[in-house]
T-cell receptor
Framework: GQSLEQPSEVTAVEGAIVQINCTYQ??????LSWYQQHDGGAPTFLSY????GLEETGRFSSFLSRSDSYGYLLLQELQMKDSASYFC???????????FGAGTRLFVKA | DVKVTQSSRYLVKRTGEKVFLECVQD?????MFWYRQDPGLGLRLIYF???????EKGDIPEGYSVSREKKERFSLILESASTNQTSMYLC???????????????FGAGTRLSVL
């Protein structure tokens, strides 16, 4: 079957660095994406990795290792507003379907 | 900015009713999707469409149908609502292609449906 595994919850303090891991098992792979969703809000795109390595966008970075079927989202200089759910997602080689993980709830404490 | 608009934020329906959830996007995207989101299960794909009048089943299509008569509009239909269809429903759109930012999905704010 196709699945993405990520931790259900992570807690960190303001100003710290947190890493959210994602391992995937899918029949095809076009790339790994990350989405953020605040309570009551719509998921919004954060980053995308098609090739191995690190992609950096401001305080957020995302890493991919295709040989390990593994990626992570790194959040630096955590702020209270980063408290949200984070989803990893894989685009299937069929081209249309995107499979989402169950999400990681990040709690940022003062 | 891409805008995906879902017609209702909250809906309360009775068991057996036919329910229509509407979604409109303003970026001329070919691809549109309907997901349901339940705690601990993430987003599960119900149906998607890659062109007008085209539709494909997702992972959980049972009890649902869709309609795409115009490019900008994608409707989700619950033929006979049941209590196990109480959920958050999210619509999304994306441009065609598979490279780079074409993988981004743009989501609407969601419709929280309660079936009593």
């Amino acid at each position: 079957g196709q699945s993405l595994e990520q931790p259900s919850e992570v807690t960190a303090v303001e100003g710290a660095i947190v890493q959210i891991n994602c391992t995937y098992q899918t029949s095809g792979f076009y790339g790994l994406s990350w989405y953020q969703q605040h309570d009551g809000g719509a998921p919004t795109f954060l980053s995308y990795n098609a090739l191995d390595g690190l992609e950096e966008t401001g305080r957020f970075s995302s890493f991919l290792s295709r040989s390990d079927s593994y990626g992570y989202l790194l959040l630096q200089e955590l702020q209270m507003k980063d408290s949200a759910s984070y989803f990893c997602a894989v685009r299937d080689t069929g081209g249309f379907k995107t499979i989402f993980g169950a999400g990681t709830r990040l709690f940022v404490k003062a | 900015d891409v805008k995906v608009t879902q017609s209702s934020r909250y809906l309360v329906k009775r068991t057996g009713e036919k329910v229509f959830l509407e979604c409109v996007q303003d970026m001329d995207h070919e691809n549109m999707f309907w997901y349901r989101q339940d705690p601990g299960l993430g987003l599960r794909l119900i149906y998607f469409s890659y062109d007008v009048k085209m539709k494909e089943k997702g992972d959980i299509p049972e009890g649902y149908s869709v309609s795409r008569e115009k490019k900008e509009r994608f409707s989700l239909i619950l033929e006979s609502a049941s209590t196990n269809q109480t959920s958050m429903y999210l619509c999304a759109s994306s441009p065609p292609g598979t490279s780079g930012r074409k993988n981004i999905q743009y989501f609407g704010a969601g419709t929280r449906l309660s079936v009593l």
